[in-house]
C-alpha cells in the first residue's frame, strides 16, 4: 500500500474554494500521463505551490492515518475537498486501491469530491466508480474537449481544462454541454457556496478555463485536440 503524505485544513484559506476543509497530497500522487505536470498545472505556482513543496518534503501536514481520522471527523453531510494539489492515492498512473478504499470510507456520510487526472484504465476506473457508489465523488480530469467526450462515455463526471480565454459556455465535439465553473469568472463564487463538482448526476461538464502563472503553456495544451 502507497499511502502519501498529506495535510488536512479544516477551515481553507483558499479564495476559490472558500471557507470548506481541504486536502493537500504530496507530489509523487500526480500521474505522470498528465500533461500538465511540470508544464502549466496551477499547483506548481504562486503561494499553493510552496505549501505543496513542504507536504511533499513532509515538513507540513500529517501521515495518511491521522487525516483520514480527521476526515471521518468532520459533520455529516459537509462539503470538502480532497487534494487542492495532488491526485488520488498511489505513485504515479495507478490508484492504490486500499488507501483509497480508507478514503472513500472515512467520507462516508460527507459531500467530498475530487478530480483526477490519473488513466481511466479499466482498473483506476473501477475503483472509482465503487466511490461514486459510496457517495465520494471523483470527477474525471480532460485536458481538452475532445478527450473530455471520451472520458464522459465512462459516466463518470468530468472537468476538463480550457484556454484560459474561453470563459461562457460552450459544446464538446459530442455536443456535450460544458459550463465554465463559477468560481474562476465570478469572484463572488467559491466551491463553499457552489457545490456543483460535488454533484455526480449533474447534466454538464465542467469547464476551468486555464489559470495561475502557467496558463499560457495549459491553455496551449487544451487547445491541442
Not at 500500500?1 to 481553507?12: E, L, N
Not at 485536458?143 to 459516466?155: I, K, R, V
Not at 476538463?160 to 454541454?177: E, I, W
Not at 465542467?206 to 495549459?218: E, L, S, T, Y
Request: net charge positive; aromatic share 4%.
Amino acid at each position: 500500500m502507497i499511502r502519501p503524505h498529506i495535510a488536512f485544513t479544516r477551515v481553507s484559506r483558499n479564495e476559490k474554494t472558500g471557507p470548506i476543509p481541504v486536502t493537500t497530497s504530496s507530489e509523487e500522487t500526480c500521474p505522470t500521463a498528465c500533461p500538465l505536470k511540470n508544464a502549466g498545472c496551477y499547483a506548481e505556482g504562486g503561494p499553493l505551490a510552496m505549501f505543496w513543496r513542504k507536504v511533499t518534503e513532509k515538513k507540513a501536514g500529517m501521515v495518511w492515518a491521522e487525516a483520514m481520522q480527521q476526515i471521518a471527523r468532520l459533520p455529516k453531510g459537509t462539503l470538502w475537498r480532497h487534494n487542492q494539489a495532488g491526485d488520488l492515492p498511489g505513485a504515479g498512473n495507478d490508484i492504490d486501491p486500499l488507501a483509497f478504499g480508507e478514503l472513500v470510507k472515512a467520507n462516508r456520510g460527507r459531500r467530498g469530491f475530487t478530480y483526477t487526472h490519473k488513466p481511466a484504465s479499466l482498473a483506476n476506473l473501477t475503483m472509482v466508480r465503487i466511490a461514486l457508489r459510496e457517495g465520494f465523488t471523483v470527477n474525471l480530469s480532460a485536458d481538452n474537449l475532445a478527450m473530455a467526450d471520451e472520458l464522459a462515455a465512462t459516466g463518470a463526471p468530468v472537468v476538463v481544462v480550457l484556454p484560459s480565454d474561453q470563459v461562457t459556455a460552450l459544446k464538446t465535439p459530442a455536443g456535450r454541454h460544458v459550463a465554465i465553473c463559477p468560481a474562476t469568472i465570478s469572484d463572488d463564487v467559491t466551491c463553499a457556496s457552489c457545490g456543483l463538482c460535488a454533484e455526480q448526476n449533474r447534466k454538464s461538464i465542467i469547464g476551468f478555463p486555464a489559470h495561475g502563472n502557467r496558463k499560457k503553456v495549459a491553455s496551449a495544451i487544451a487547445r491541442a485536440a
